[in-house]
């Protein structure tokens, strides 16, 4: 039995889930306090929708960027160095934040916040994965997929509680506290969980990741995509540099990122659900404000009170669908979940300016549900069968995949409803009239929920040929028997 599995019997979980899931929390609620405050800063900035979402998609890119590099990063320092670090890059970020003079310097601190951030969520999902047995690691991800999940749950009502008696300021003040009682805990409780090897830094590959990401996402970003060379030149040249990155990591003996995860079926296909998912989910909940501010002209925090139950439903039904998910398996849970998600957007696909409150809210319960089914059951699925020596590749492979897949959906559906506004505009016989204005929205988000449903069924054909897995490895059998 090696150091890591002795280390996992022995040590107290419950305090550690717990230092772990504070910082989970301090850092998914900032990122969805945000959301809603978008309206508002398009309005003080002076900016468009295609420079606002830089907020959330640069956050995603950074994230992106820095999850292949975690799994080197956890065989060279501690779990506790790693968290410490994290955390302490959050909250340089949310000060920067809190104290910016404008648009810019915002962004930045949104760069350092997810600097940690990008530290922190596989570093969250690879400790539980050493701490609990194959057979209870649906509900331990259950949990944590439920304390994610609190966030979007008060982060809307939150934020538009504080935007419309304060300043959006104070959405990044009243963080700085949750994330110093962070540290503090996980100084006190939290220990290692992973072995240390110190392989070798292979700076070339994550120059290549860095670029080639980066390429494909500001390519996507771009508004004039559809017409003019720019944007299909960076999205060619990041496709390139990802073509190196995997020929590379072939062919290295120590690669940044193990690849041959992807030769478990099961893994790739929920690699592909994720991706499409991740896409559809980011875009929608950053969209859906803009529309309930500015056709229907809601107020921030009547906004945030609209979107709070299907949050509070979906953080509810996390516990839930991991005990599911450990009883019946994947496809019972994950089949019903992306149904409720294809009708959801189906229902968004007919909004106009005279949808009521009642529909965008029984739309957004759906929706929200159906990711309570989803998400964590699909991610456990594809990482159950990986060997114990992938799954730190396989964890950084699927959230890395999560969040560029996030940042290229909210970039791209942006520059869709830009471009479907940009044709009702060149028709419409008065586009200064109040009516337009909106009509304007509307007709470019109804384009992005058609697309976004046509992708949900196909994912949702894909997950038919969802797999239980099988694996239950030397290592899961000594931690089993230690929990008899």
């Known amino acids: 039995m090696n150091k890591q599995i002795r280390d996992a019997i022995g040590m107290k979980r419950g305090p550690m889930l717990t230092?772990?899931?504070?910082?989970?929390?301090?850092?998914?609620?900032?990122?969805?306090?945000?959301?809603?405050?978008?309206?508002?800063?398009?309005?003080?900035?002076n900016v468009a929708a295609s420079t606002i979402q830089w907020l959330s998609t640069g956050y995603m890119l950074v994230i992106g960027v820095l999850v292949p590099v975690t799994a080197l990063l956890q065989q060279w320092f501690t779990t506790r160095q790693m968290f410490m670090s994290a955390m302490a890059l959050f909250l340089a970020g949310t000060c920067l934040c809190a104290i910016s003079p404008g648009f810019e310097i915002l962004l930045i601190g949104r760069v350092v916040q997810a600097s940690g951030t990008g530290l922190l969520i596989p570093l969250m999902m690879n400790t539980i994965l050493a701490l609990y047995p194959i057979e209870r690691r649906g509900a331990a991800m259950g949990l944590m997929g439920l304390v994610i999940m609190v966030a979007p749950v008060i982060g809307p009502a939150l934020s538009g509680l504080v935007i419309d008696t304060l300043h959006w300021r104070w959405l990044f003040y009243m963080v700085i506290p949750v994330a110093l009682f962070s540290i503090i805990f996980a100084f006190m409780y939290l220990k290692n969980v992973t072995e240390l090897t110190k392989p070798r830094i292979d700076f070339l590959s994550i120059?290549?990741?860095?670029i080639g990401?980066?390429?494909?996402?500001?390519g996507f970003s771009r508004t004039t995509v559809w017409?003019?060379?720019?944007?299909?030149?960076?999205?060619?040249?990041?496709?390139?540099?990802?073509?190196?990155?995997?020929?590379?990591?072939?062919?290295?003996?120590?690669?940044?990122?193990?690849?041959?995860?992807?030769?478990h079926p099961t893994f790739s296909l929920v690699a592909v659900l994720v991706v499409v998912l991740m896409m559809v989910l980011f875009s929608t909940t950053t969209l859906l404000p803009i529309y309930m501010q500015d056709v229907m002209q809601l107020t921030a925090f009547t906004t945030g009170l609209l979107l709070m139950p299907g949050c509070i439903l979906n953080a509810m039904m996390m516990p839930v669908t991991g005990k599911l998910f450990d009883k019946f398996g994947p496809r019972f849970v994950i089949v019903p979940g992306l149904l409720l998600i294809a009708i959801s957007l189906w229902q968004f696909a007919s909004i106009d300016n005279n949808t009521a409150?009642?529909?965008?809210?029984?739309?957004?319960?759906?929706?929200?549900?159906?990711?309570?089914?989803?998400?964590?059951?699909?991610?456990?699925?594809?990482?159950?069968?990986?060997?114990?020596?992938?799954?730190?590749?396989?964890?950084?492979?699927?959230?890395?995949?999560?969040?560029?897949?996030?940042g290229i959906g909210i970039a791209l559906f942006v520059g869709i409803m830009s471009s479907g506004t940009d044709r009702y505009l060149h028709h419409s016989l008065d586009p200064t009239a109040m009516h337009e204005k909106t009509q304007i929205v509307v007709a470019g988000l109804q384009t992005v929920f058609w697309i976004e449903f046509i992708l949900a069924l196909l994912i949702l054909v894909l997950s038919w040929f969802i797999k239980k897995s099988s694996v239950y490895n030397e290592n899961d059998s000594l931690l089993a028997q230690n929990e008899s």
């Open 19 to 45: 230092a772990l899931l504070i910082g989970a929390f301090v850092a998914f609620l900032n990122e969805n306090l945000l959301t809603n405050a978008f309206p508002g800063l398009m309005r003080e900035f």
């Open 207 to 210: 120059v290549m990741s860095t």
């Open 213 to 218: 990401f980066g390429c494909i996402i500001y």
């Open 227 to 263: 017409t003019e060379p720019e944007g299909y030149s960076l999205i060619g040249i990041g496709s390139l540099f990802l073509l190196l990155l995997v020929w590379r990591q072939l062919r290295i003996k120590e690669p940044l990122i193990d690849l041959s995860v992807f030769r």
């Open 357 to 406: 409150q009642g529909s965008v809210l029984f739309s957004h319960i759906l929706l929200f549900l159906g990711i309570s089914f989803v998400v964590m059951p699909a991610q456990t699925t594809g990482l159950n069968q990986l060997p114990r020596h992938l799954v730190a590749h396989g964890t950084a492979i699927y959230n890395t995949l999560q969040q560029i897949a996030g």
